[in-house]
Structures are given as structure tokens and as C-alpha cells.
């Protein structure tokens, strides 16, 4: 949120240089406040668990927030009755005519599959063409973002000799972007893929810049067009026993799956999880709200530039 102080503080200048919105009493005075539009594309199975997640987030700012569900009418969800699906979300074409403040593309469990092989690949791929006129940030989440890099920039998948399975460090690359300002110098974030990038093919695209690296889970936050588009390649929104559930559910089924790496205490599963993203998970997610939507979004979203 802004801080309102006295046109001749004089520590205005130092504040501003750090990236913190100032504001003076004039603009404050005239200042026109309205929620923030976020669209939540939810491309997940698990509808309800994905809502709740993401919404815990986004609820930890004091902004005013009003959220629209998404949904493909391409996929038939089996996992979520229609019922609830009719009654809580709705489809690009019934949101053509509106404009958002920020939206976010989740992940989905079809990365194994080419892009154009899913059944929703036309859908998807319209509505990412809608978020360039229509939405001033997107949030792209694990396929989501997968999905993204390769539509906009062609940049394609690799499948990982190995599930990219854990709870990994980050470290921020070049200065310190205001998405993770106030953030440690180690970030960690959960990631659960089998695909991934390669390191070069961002690089080589002028458009493109990574923004926070792994060296063992590889690129994992790249931006574009000054954070119109955020691709992040892990899940700083999954909960506490998100990865324990997934790897017991696949172990119970007899299906090939390795503990989650640097996730256990000790490696043991019998002690439960190390829980060491939540803190960076909220901040980030704050940042973005705050820097990169609520700062720079335009109050008639009807103004809104196509990138």
C-alpha cells in the first residue's frame, strides 16, 4: 500500500529510490479507489483446493480484491461437479468484453502431453491471446507457464530425466526486483514436474529475463514486458501437505515416485514436512498485488495498452 506523507519529508527521495509508492496529499485527496479485477484461470482437477491456495494469497493484502473464476468449456472436468462448476465459475467468452487488473494461469496435469494434444489448447491459447490487450499482469503457474512461454515466445518443454520433486533454493539473478523485495537471500519454492527449459532457450530471447534461478530446479521466475507476463515454473501457493499427499497417493497406487527431495525432516516421511516457502510465498504474492498490478494498473482499465 502507499505511504501518504508531507510533500517536503525529506526522506521522500530515498524512500522512492527503494521502489516504496509515496504518496503526497494532493494525489491523495483526488485519489480514485476501486478492487483490483483478478482472474483466477483454474485449470487444476482439484478445483476447490487450487481456489482456496491461490484466495489465501491473494487475501493477504490489504487491497480490495474481487476475483472471477475461469474455466475451460472445452474440458470436462472428473473431478468437479458441473453443478459447482456452473455455479461458481465462467468462460472466456463470457468475459471478452472486461478488462483485468491481473490474472493467474494455474498449472494443469497434462505437461506430459505436446501442447497441441490437450483438449483445451485452442482455448487456452485464445485466452492467452486476450491477456495481451486485456489483462496488464499474468501470473503463469508450473504448465501455465509452460504453456505460456511457448505460445508467446515458442519456446517448448524438455521432459527432466528425472520428476523435478521437492522443495529447491532460488537465488535472485541480476538486481533485486521489486516482485521479491523484502525477500532473503535464499527463496525456496515446491516444485512437482516432469518437464522443464532449457537455461539457453530463455536467455536467447531478448524479450525474456529470469528473474530467480535454481541450480537444481533450473529457471523458475522469468518476466516480460517489465511484468505484464511472470512465468513461474514451481508452486509457492501449495499448502503444507501438498507434495506428502501427492506422494503417498502415487506410492499407494504402486506408481514410480522418489520421496520429495529436501521436503521430509531427515528424509523421513513418519516426520512430516520442512515448511520453508510460506513466508515468500505470501510476500511474493504481495509484491505482485502491490508493484506490478496495483501501482501501475490504469483506475479506466479501458486504457489498458496491449503489450
Known sequence: MPVLVRNNLPVIAR?????????????????????????LVNLMPTKEATELQFLRLLSNSPLQIGVTLLRMDSHQSKNTDEAYL?????????????R????????????????????????????????RQNVFSTLHICWGAQAGLYHHYGINKVTLPQKKFGVFVHRIVGRHHLLFKG????????????????????????????????????????????????????????????LANEYFRDKNKGLPIHLPEHYFKDGDPKKGPIINWRA????????WLNYMVYQRTPYDLSELTSI
Open 15 to 39: 524512500l522512492e529510490d527503494e521502489g516504496l509508492f509515496v504518496m503526497k496529499p494532493k494525489r491523495a485527496h483526488s485519489q480514485k479507489i476501486r478492487p483490483l479485477k483478478i482472474a
Open 86 to 98: 456452473k455455479q461458481f465459475y465462467t468462460s472466456l467468452k463470457s468475459i471478452k468484453t472486461q
Open 100 to 131: 483485468f487488473d491481473g490474472m493467474i494461469i494455474t498449472g494443469a496435469p497434462v505437461e506430459t502431453l505436446p501442447f497441441e494434444e490437450v483438449d483445451f489448447w485452442p482455448e487456452i491459447s485464445e485466452l492467452m491471446d486476450y491477456t
Open 183 to 242: 525477500a532473503d537471500e535464499q527463496i525456496y519454492m515446491p516444485h512437482s514436474r516432469h518437464t522443464g527449459w532449457l537455461k539457453r532457450d530463455i536467455k536467447n530471447n531478448p524479450n525474456l529475463s529470469t528473474i530467480l534461478y535454481s541450480k537444481e530446479a533450473g529457471p523458475a521466475v522469468i518476466m516480460a514486458h517489465k511484468g505484464r507476463q511472470i512465468f513461474i515454473s514451481g508452486h509457492f501457493e501449495y499448502d503444507a501437505d501438498t
Open 280 to 287: 515468500h510465498a505470501n510476500l511474493i504474492f504481495s509484491n
